[in-house]
């Protein structure tokens, strides 16, 4: 595992178990209709492939990148976009797809700012939430796994830029970033 990280908190045979879950839910709530997907960058990329993969529904998928991290374990607030959708979502069922909830501030501000632009509907699919940590009450309809209010990495999710291609989602070791 390395001596950076701590446990394994999620194996790669869960996350692909629970994502069909989710796939399955999701092809019967849109009854076919054509889904698109929103990935947010950089983290929901590993949800993105393979979720969009187990889905049967026909889907389109753009990316929007924020950040309100920067290089911390902390959540600054403050959400920036750096790349914006290149469709149109007006008249759209889109779908954000989400690695991680925490604090809830970033899928917030994005479904504020999406929701503006007259999708024909707006849902959420997200891998991870740490219930505890949420400064935003938001009500989620697709939730791979609820966890406890620890930084985890893996799968997507980063500390520094690094481990997002771990097949797993685990949990850093204090050392690593100065607890
Ligand atoms: O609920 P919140 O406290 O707002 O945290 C959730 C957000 O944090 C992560 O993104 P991050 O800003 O780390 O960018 P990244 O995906 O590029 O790593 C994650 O992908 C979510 O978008
Ligand atoms: N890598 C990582 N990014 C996050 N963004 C919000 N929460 C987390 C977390 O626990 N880990």
């Known amino acids: 595992m390395g001596d950076d990280l701590r446990s394994v908190l999620i194996t790669k045979e869960q996350i692909d ?26 983290g929901a990329v590993m949800v993105m492939a393979d979720l969009a993969r187990a889905l049967s529904s026909p ?7 924020v950040s309100s991290y920067g290089a911390g374990t902390q959540s600054s607030g403050v959400v920036r976009i750096l790349k914006d959708l290149d469709t149109d979502i007006k008249g759209k069922d889109v779908l954000i797809v989400e690695d991680i909830i ?8 994005l479904l504020s700012n999406l ?7 707006l849902g959420v699919c ?15 309809r697709w939730v791979g796994f609820d966890i406890p209010s620890e930084f985890v990495v893996g799968y997507g999710l980063d500390y520094a830029e690094k481990y997002r291609n771990l097949p797993f989602v685990g949990t850093l070791a204090p050392h690593v970033y100065g607890g």
């Open 126 to 140: 997200t891998l991870l939430r740490k219930p505890d940590a949420a400064k935003v009450d938001i009500d989620v």
């Open 115 to 121: 929701g503006s632009r007259e999708p024909a509907s």
């Open 17 to 42: 178990a629970r994502l069909a879950e989710l796939a399955s839910g999701i092809d019967e709530a849109y009854g076919g209709r054509e889904l698109l997907l929103v990935g947010v960058l950089k």
């Open 102 to 109: 925490d604090s809830g501030l970033t899928l917030s501000w």
């Open 59 to 65: 889907v389109t998928m753009d990316w929007m990148a």
